[in-house]
């Protein structure tokens, strides 16, 4: 992880120029009507986090409007998930953030590499819901480093599977060509000539999607996600307490929520690339019938019955589909 030059740190005597800097860039921006937040600092490591909780601290107390922002590093960049892990609950502590953000690219090489991908994800959600602090996942929709150029299918898979795990918020890295990254000027949404990529429009059938099931997600909290075989390292399978008791027809990341009313979800994930399934997913006997929440309107569509039968869940490559579980009659939510 960086250092950067800086970012040690602050002695006490420090804290009040630090505080007066922030007061600069408050007055000067915070009624700005294009200003959403505050960009703090982007893959810092452990030895920066005290100064950036002065930061962001103090931003949050003076301006709470906007969100102080700051990017982590991916568990691929520690020396083992137990040091990654460390840096989580240290940062969530000395940093108090509104929202933790990181961004994992490895997945997206030529030839894939989804072997930190899972644990990264399971690392964090498990942290941040100890801690209470909504989290976030970048995903990365430009050919860089290694990274291949994304196909539809490839953003799909990246932003369904951070959903799928609880993520608060998506964000695209990049949405402009950016000049030396890019690999033989290859696009970002937008390209080298301020024209729309394709991506463009993938992205924008994606988040149109997504953002029909945006009220009903923000009210969810995630209660449990479950992988089926092959089982990624950091991963499990179905457990007794998950509402789905068996799931087939491919390889799926299936993650639970439930509201604060007790109503509960599902939302499994194709976990392939390339390949459409239809899954097989037999439900809970406690529930009757489920509801798709429609990608078109963000309502309730009408009940399927499950009771003695499995669930069919027809998912394209990366593809997820939200599901409202009815309960019984005289079945209470928890």
Same mark, same amino acid.
């Given at each position: 992880?960086?250092?950067?030059?800086?970012? &040690?740190?602050?002695?006490?005597?420090?804290?009040?120029?630090?505080?007066?800097?922030?007061?600069?860039?408050?007055?000067?921006? %915070?009624?700005?009507?294009?200003?959403? $937040?505050?960009?703090?600092? +982007?893959?810092?490591?452990?030895?920066?986090?005290?100064?950036?909780?002065?930061?962001?601290?103090?931003?949050?107390?003076?301006?709470?409007?906007?969100?102080?922002?700051?990017?982590?590093?991916?568990?691929?960049?520690?020396?083992?998930?137990?040091?990654?892990?460390?840096?989580?609950?240290?940062? #969530?502590?000395?940093? &108090?953030?509104?929202?933790?953000?990181?961004?994992?690219?490895?997945?997206?090489? *030529?030839?894939?590499?989804? &072997? /930190?991908?899972?644990?990264? #994800? !399971?690392?964090?959600?498990?942290? /941040?819901?100890?801690?209470?602090?909504?989290?976030?996942?970048?995903?990365?929709?430009?050919?860089?480093? $290694?990274?291949? !150029? /994304?196909? *539809?299918?490839?953003?799909?898979?990246?932003?369904?599977?951070?959903?799928?795990?609880? %993520?608060?918020?998506?964000?695209?890295?990049?949405?402009?060509?950016?000049?030396?990254?890019?690999?033989?000027?290859?696009?970002?949404?937008?390209?080298?000539?301020?024209?729309?990529?394709?991506?463009?429009?993938?992205?924008?059938?994606?988040?149109?999607?997504? $953002?029909?099931?945006?009220?009903?997600?923000?009210?969810?909290?995630?209660?449990?996600?479950?992988?089926?075989?092959? #089982?990624?390292? $950091?991963?499990?399978?179905?457990? +007794?307490? =998950?509402?789905?008791?068996?799931?087939?027809?491919?390889?799926?990341?299936?993650?639970?929520?439930?509201?604060?009313?007790?109503?509960?979800?599902?939302?499994?994930?194709?976990?392939?690339?390339?390949?459409?399934?239809? =899954?097989?997913?037999?439900? +809970?006997?406690?529930?009757?019938?489920?509801? *798709?929440?429609?990608?078109?309107?963000?309502?309730?569509?009408? =009940?399927?019955?499950? !009771?003695?039968?499995?669930?069919?869940?027809?998912?394209?490559?990366? *593809?997820?589909?939200?599901? #409202?579980?009815?309960?019984?009659?005289?079945?209470?939510?928890?």
């Amino acid at each position: 992880m960086i250092q950067p030059e800086g970012w &040690k740190t602050p002695t006490p005597e420090e804290i009040p120029g630090i505080e007066k800097a922030m007061d600069g860039i408050i007055e000067r921006y %915070s009624s700005h009507p294009a200003l959403l $937040g505050y960009m703090v600092i +982007d893959e810092p490591g452990p030895a920066a986090f005290d100064r950036i909780g002065v930061i962001n601290q103090y931003l949050l107390k003076k301006d709470p409007k906007h969100l102080p922002y700051i990017n982590l590093l991916p568990n691929y960049t520690a020396p083992g998930s137990p040091a990654y892990e460390r840096g989580i609950v240290q940062f #969530l502590k000395k940093v &108090k953030p509104a929202l933790l953000s990181w961004d994992h690219y490895r997945q997206m090489f *030529e030839n894939g590499d989804e &072997k /930190c991908y899972w644990d990264n #994800l !399971e690392t964090v959600r498990r942290n /941040c819901l100890k801690a209470k602090v909504p989290y976030n996942q970048i995903i990365v929709s430009m050919k860089h480093m $290694g990274y291949r !150029e /994304c196909s *539809e299918a490839d953003l799909r898979w990246q932003v369904w599977t951070s959903l799928a795990y609880g %993520s608060r918020g998506i964000q695209y890295f990049t949405y402009w060509f950016v000049p030396g990254l890019a690999w033989a000027d290859a696009p970002a949404m937008i390209t080298k000539e301020g024209k729309r990529d394709v991506k463009w429009d993938y992205v924008k059938k994606i988040n149109t999607r997504i $953002g029909k099931l945006g009220p009903t997600l923000v009210k969810l909290t995630s209660a449990g996600v479950y992988l089926t075989d092959p #089982l990624p390292p $950091g991963t499990h399978g179905l457990t +007794d307490e =998950a509402p789905v008791k068996k799931a087939e027809g491919g390889a799926l990341v299936i993650g639970w929520f439930k509201d604060a009313a007790g109503a509960e979800y599902i939302l499994p994930v194709n976990r392939s690339f390339s390949d459409p399934i239809s =899954a097989a997913l037999t439900i +809970d006997p406690k529930f009757a019938s489920v509801s *798709e929440v429609s990608q078109e309107t963000g309502k309730p569509l009408a =009940a399927v019955p499950v !009771e003695g039968k499995a669930l069919d869940v027809p998912l394209d490559p990366g *593809e997820g589909r939200l599901y #409202l579980l009815n309960p019984k009659a005289g079945v209470a939510p928890k």
